[in-house]
């Protein structure tokens, strides 16, 4: 007949093996837990990253916007045409009248006044150059071609008076008259540039 103490090693074996496998199970648990959750840990560690902006190269040279002044809109033309026809208005009012003079004398055949004019268109010519170049390009260009005009008739008119030479008195007239015109067609061009206030014909009054 057996024994009561030897039913009872078997017993304890059974409970010991049955602790042994619940806490393999609960370790087995953890870990795969802990892997879980330094696998959500990692994927949300890289979209933070991922979706940072990296910082502009330029953004430390950045200046604070009130310490650079935005810059100032062109002024219209006919508002810088206008300042500049306050200074060479006198000067394109001389030119006509010093080549009104010079064509009137030649035309009377006075070579004493016609010589007289010779010089003072020569310096009213010479005024205007110094008001050059304007604003305005294709102003500029009209200009520069009633000065040439008026050059080559100063120069026939020099000539022409101190070898009492009617001829090149005659091309003087010529390239003065030619001159006046190239000039009132560039001042046709200044009244365009003008407002409409301004493109009345008393602003050619002295």
């Known amino acids: 007949m057996a024994t009561p103490g030897r039913h009872r090693v078997p017993v304890r074996s059974a409970r010991k093996g049955g602790e042994r496998q ?18 959500v840990l990692s994927a ?38 206008r300042a500049w026809l306050t200074d060479a208005k006198p000067s394109i009012i001389d030119v006509f009248g010093a080549a009104d003079n010079l064509v009137t004398a030649a ?5 004493a006044e016609t010589g007289a004019a010779c010089p003072t268109a020569a310096g009213a010519v ?3 150059q110094h008001h050059m170049p304007s604003p305005d390009p294709t102003l500029n260009a009209k200009l ?10 100063i120069r026939h008119c020099v000539s022409g008076t101190q070898h009492r030479d009617p001829i090149e008195i005659g091309e003087a007239t010529v390239y003065a008259k030619q001159g006046s015109t190239d000039l009132q067609a560039a001042v046709g061009i200044i009244e365009d540039d003008l407002s409409s206030e301004a493109r009345d014909h008393r602003v050619w009054i002295v």
């Open 22 to 39: 619940r806490r393999e199970l609960v370790a087995a648990a953890s870990g795969a837990v802990l892997l879980v959750v330094i696998a």
């Open 44 to 81: 949300w560690a890289h979209h933070s990253l991922s979706t940072v902006r990296p910082a502009s190269p330029h953004a430390a040279a950045a200046q604070p916007a009130n310490s650079v002044s935005p810059p100032l809109p062109p002024l219209p033309t006919g508002t810088s045409v």
């Open 107 to 111: 035309r009377l055949g006075d070579i």
């Open 126 to 128: 010479a005024n205007l």
């Open 144 to 153: 520069q071609q009633a000065i040439t005009s008026y050059h080559v008739g």
